[in-house]
């Protein structure tokens, strides 16, 4: 199996990232359509199935027909949560490091493709972004530092918000406009 194909798509995932920082970076009150229009393009580098299916357990397990329903409302979440800081991210740099990405073959193969991420008067951080091909495609569904997935540390997010509550009440909450600073995690 080839390294240098999730290395490409974690390369293109990052030019994707670089413009639309370089986009957010002109708004001056961005309104949740333009963070969407901005955020779209990374969106397709994402494995929101794999990482519904991480974050929201049984709830995506269940949801079945409404499946497409609860992606686009992860999808909103994450643009509404975290597409504002972009605007942070100016001056910042990838490097991917080749030749420390590894490779897991099999019916669905994964790879482990490390970066040095950095930004101007800081010494970059090593970060593994986890990739996955369900599709023909590698798309990114993980990243951990030092170890530590930030799916795992999101997950006990969404299990606070999923607690006790139907689909139809889960779905309400992530389409909810968000005025307070993101949760811990």
Do not use: C, K
């Not at 199996?1 to 030019?15: F, K």
């Not at 079945?64 to 800081?85: C, G, H, I, K, N």
């Not at 669905?108 to 970066?115: D, K, Q, Y």
């Not at 800081?122 to 799916?151: M, N, Q, T």
């Amino acid at each position: 199996m080839n390294r240098g194909a999730p290395v490409a798509a974690v390369e293109q995932a990052a030019a994707e990232l670089a413009r639309a920082v370089a986009a957010a970076g002109t708004l001056a009150e961005p309104t949740p359509a333009t963070l969407r229009s901005i955020a779209e393009p990374l969106l397709d580098h994402l494995d929101v199935p794999h990482i519904a299916a991480l974050l929201l357990g049984r709830h995506w397990r269940d949801a079945d027909a409404r499946r497409p329903e609860l992606r686009r409302a992860l999808e909103d979440y994450f643009v509404l949560r975290y597409a504002p800081s972009l605007r942070d991210l100016s001056g910042w740099r990838l490097q991917t490091l080749p030749d420390d990405t590894r490779l897991s073959p099999g019916e669905l193969p994964r790879a482990r493709v490390p970066v040095l991420i950095g930004t101007d008067g800081l010494p970059a951080l090593r970060v593994e972004l986890h990739l996955r091909r369900p599709d023909g495609v590698w798309r990114l569904y993980d990243a951990s530092i030092f170890g530590v997935g930030l799916i795992g540390l999101q997950r006990p997010v969404f299990d606070q918000l999923a607690a006790g509550r139907r689909l139809d009440a889960l779905l309400a909450l992530l389409r909810q406009p968000r005025t307070a600073p993101a949760p811990a995690g």
